[in-house]
């Protein structure tokens, strides 16, 4: 068992926002908590700003083991991540580890860069833009503020169902993150979870 060491989680996750898509992308599930902070208490300014959120409104959240907890469940065993980036799932990943909790997969953890797929899918298959540039670029409707947890889940599962083409899926295949785990069979995974 892995222990905890002062000073060693330099993000603490806040908030966990996920849309859950079927094999057709469409929605068929979500989920959004808010998470009290037990290693900072005190918010970058900058940061509050950006999220629109104030540490008052984190004080009576249940901790994160909780909520994670309840979120890992809810993915369930056969899912794919969908993310804008790789952060995400690093960041959830060493948030756990802090806890010394059971990671996401006991093995690899495989997903979908959808920064990546945008780029393939529509413009030069190298450059990497902003979730808003791509909201704006496929004219998706903009009702919630970005840079929180489950409306950019929202955001990034509307642009997965914009990739028509499912050839960018099969070309692309999966980015995966390493687990402290033995490597698993490769499993074709049922459903997409946007995070």
Not at 26 to 45: A, G, K, S, Y
Not at 51 to 67: A, D, G, T, Y
Not at 149 to 165: G, L, N, W
Request: hydrophobic share 35%.
């Amino acid at each position: 068992m892995r222990t905890r060491r002062a000073n060693s989680l330099l993000f603490e996750i806040i908030e966990i926002g996920a849309v859950k898509l079927d094999e057709k992308k469409e929605q068929i599930d979500c989920f959004h908590e808010l998470v009290r902070p037990q290693v900072f208490h005190t918010m970058n300014q900058v940061t509050g700003e950006l999220i629109h959120l104030k540490m008052e409104q984190l004080e009576n959240c249940r901790s994160f083991p909780e909520v994670a907890a309840d979120f890992v469940r809810w993915c369930g065993s056969d899912f794919v991540f969908c993310t804008w980036g790789s952060l995400d799932l690093t960041e959830l990943q060493k948030n756990m580890d802090y806890y010394n909790m059971t990671p996401v997969s006991e093995t690899t953890l495989r997903y979908y860069d959808v920064q990546k797929l945008f780029s393939l899918a529509f413009e030069d298959k190298k450059s990497r833009r902003t979730l808003q540039y791509a909201v704006d670029f496929l004219g998706i409707k903009k009702d919630e503020a970005f840079h929180r947890a489950y409306t950019d889940a929202s955001y990034t599962a509307q642009i997965v169902k914009r990739i028509e083409d499912e050839s960018v899926f099969r070309h692309y295949s999966y980015d995966t993150y390493r687990l402290p785990r033995n490597k698993a069979e490769e499993i074709k995974p049922e459903l997409f979870t946007a995070v």
